[in-house]
Each structure stands twice: as C-alpha cells, then as structure tokens.
C-alpha cells in the first residue's frame, strides 16, 4: 500500500510540473509585442501568468492549512470560477516585464513543489475531515485541479497562438 500511495504522488507532482512547463513554454511562444493582447475574457498572457503564481501560494498555503485539517483560508472567497481570487492574484503578482513574470511563475512552483516533495504520500488523498459546501478537501484533490486548470489555460494559448502567427 505505501508504494501506491507514493506512485500517486509521484503522478500528482508530475503531471501538475509537466502541465506548468507546457503552459509557459505555450506563452512564451506569443511574441513580445501580443503579450498584453486580451485574449482571455479580461485577460492577457501576462494576466494569466500572474494568476499562475497566485495558485501556486494558494496551494501552499492550502497544502499547510490541510495537513492542520483545516479549510484552505482561500475557500472562503470561492465565487463563481474563482473570478475574484483570480482578480486579486492579477492585481498582486502581474508584472510588465515578462520575463521577470515568468521567473517568479516558476519561482512560485518550485516553492509549492519543494514544500510537497516533504509530505508524506499519505496525506494526500487523507480524509482529514476538511470539508466545503460537502465535499471532501484534500492535497491531492487541489493538485488535480491546477493541473487541470493549467492544461485548459494550455490549450487555450496554443489557440491564441495559431490565431495570432
């Protein structure tokens, strides 16, 4: 059982790392001069890099909280697709100089996965009776919900690049 559960951390971290890397290398193919270009309902590529390091200190913060069994304090500003945490995570870490963005973009993840490579595997899927609105919260469940965010938000400016070049 504890080699299952270390595989399915080693897959989580993997697949949330594999899913940065193809998202930035994707926005670092939108030349210099779109990079402000709204492509993303009110976002720009530098808007959703910004949003990017905004996740990964949530993360953080939600992984601690958790292995305290407690409710991630972000949940509190759960609205609808997470539009104003969004909005907040723009305002604070957006930068002008895109490479600088994109360093502290990757500076943010390996901060989040540095911290999760010290936890133990099974705390990720552990019920550790955190719950929102129902449902259970845990370490594993956040990952897989970046990850899944990240490839979308991939996907997303692989279009906009196809459009624009």
């Known amino acids: 059982m504890p080699q299952k559960l270390e595989l399915?951390?080693?897959q989580l971290l993997s697949d949330?790392?594999?899913a940065r890397l193809a998202l930035l290398a994707a926005a670092a193919a939108v030349p210099a001069r779109?990079?402000?270009d709204v492509f993303l309902g009110t976002w720009s590529i530098k808007d959703l890099v910004a949003h990017?390091?905004?996740w990964d200190l949530a993360n953080l913060e939600g992984a601690q909280a958790l292995l305290a069994r407690r409710l991630p304090a972000f949940y509190a500003r759960r609205d609808r697709d997470w539009a104003g945490?969004?909005?907040e995570f723009v305002a604070r870490y957006r930068r002008n100089h895109?490479?600088?963005l994109s360093a502290e973009a990757r500076r943010a993840h390996r901060t989040l996965l540095k911290f999760l490579l010290t936890v133990p595997a099974e705390e990720f899927d552990r019920d550790g009776g955190v719950r929102f609105r129902?449902?259970?919260v845990t370490i594993a469940r956040l990952l897989a919900s970046e990850t899944q965010d990240e490839q979308e938000h991939c996907?997303?400016?692989e279009e906009f690049v196809a459009r624009i070049t």
């Open 8 to 10: 399915r951390k080693e």
């Open 16 to 18: 949330l790392h594999s």
């Open 34 to 36: 779109r990079r402000n």
């Open 52 to 54: 990017l390091v905004g």
């Open 85 to 87: 945490l969004n909005a």
């Open 98 to 100: 895109y490479t600088a």
């Open 134 to 136: 129902g449902v259970r």
């Open 155 to 157: 996907r997303q400016v």
